[in-house]
């Protein structure tokens, strides 16, 4: 059974453009979360989504934002990105609730 | 959610238990304590979690006190493997808003040979 994975694991762009990270969830699990983590420091809650909807969202602009398609695999999109976008950014899935399952996550560098 | 605090880092000798405590004074009564460990260039992985008894698993033991203010999680016989940070979160568990985790900066735990 596959746990969660995430691609690519690695990108590297420039200020201004645009980035789309994937996710596939665990098997079972209908709910996918995306975290930040700025080196040094825990992850920080960016937002949620189940049914295909954004449930809940962190402190974190509107460029940010994602999707969550029928089959609970997500997408994160970060528009015009900065500098301070760069991060190992994480995707953790979960059923109704319970424990979190992270993937290794995206290492996005903004040069 | 309640806030956690835990030491910044701690090390341990490989075989020994290793100890790391969680102060969460502030919790509520529907709030579980959980630990996760994130080792280097990995995503967070969990450990255990608990309400107010005390949990073993095959990867660790959580003792809660009895006004649940604090907890230790215990790795009985650490290895350099073990070698990761340990977060502490407290949340309520299968919350119909499915509430997100908050981590702190956690403990980052050096295991040494």
């Known amino acids: 059974d596959a746990g969660v994975t995430q691609s690519p694991t690695h990108l590297i762009k420039t200020r201004g453009q645009q980035v789309t990270l994937r996710c596939s969830p665990k098997s079972g699990h209908d709910t996918v979360s995306w975290y930040q983590q700025a080196l040094g420091q825990g992850p920080q809650f960016i937002f949620q989504?189940?049914?295909?909807?954004?449930?809940q969202r962190g402190n974190f602009p509107d460029r940010f934002s994602g999707h969550q398609f029928p089959n609970y695999s997500s997408e994160l999109n970060v528009n015009a990105l900065l500098l301070g976008d760069s991060a190992l950014y994480l995707c953790?899935?979960?059923?109704?609730?319970?424990?979190?399952?992270f993937g290794s996550g995206t290492q996005l560098s903004v040069l | 959610d309640a806030k956690t605090t835990q030491p910044t880092s701690m090390d341990c000798a490989e075989g020994r238990a290793a100890n790391l405590p969680c102060n969460h004074s502030?919790?509520?009564?529907?709030?579980?304590v959980y630990w996760y460990r994130q080792i280097h260039s990995q995503g967070p992985q969990y450990i255990i979690h608990?309400?107010?008894n005390n949990e073993t698993n095959e990867m660790a033991s959580l003792i809660i006190t009895e006004d649940r203010k604090s907890s230790t999680l215990i790795l009985p016989h650490a290895t350099l493997r073990d070698t990761a940070v340990y977060y502490c979160?407290?949340?309520?568990?299968?919350?119909?808003?499915?509430?997100?985790?908050?981590f702190g900066s956690g403990t980052r735990l050096q295991v040494q040979p």
């Open positions: 608990g309400l107010k």
């Open positions: 979160i407290v949340r309520v568990e299968g919350d119909t808003g499915r509430r997100a985790l908050t």
């Open positions: 502030t919790i509520s009564g529907n709030e579980y």
């Open positions: 953790a899935s979960s059923l109704l609730g319970g424990k979190l399952f």
């Open positions: 989504y189940y049914e295909e909807e954004e449930r």
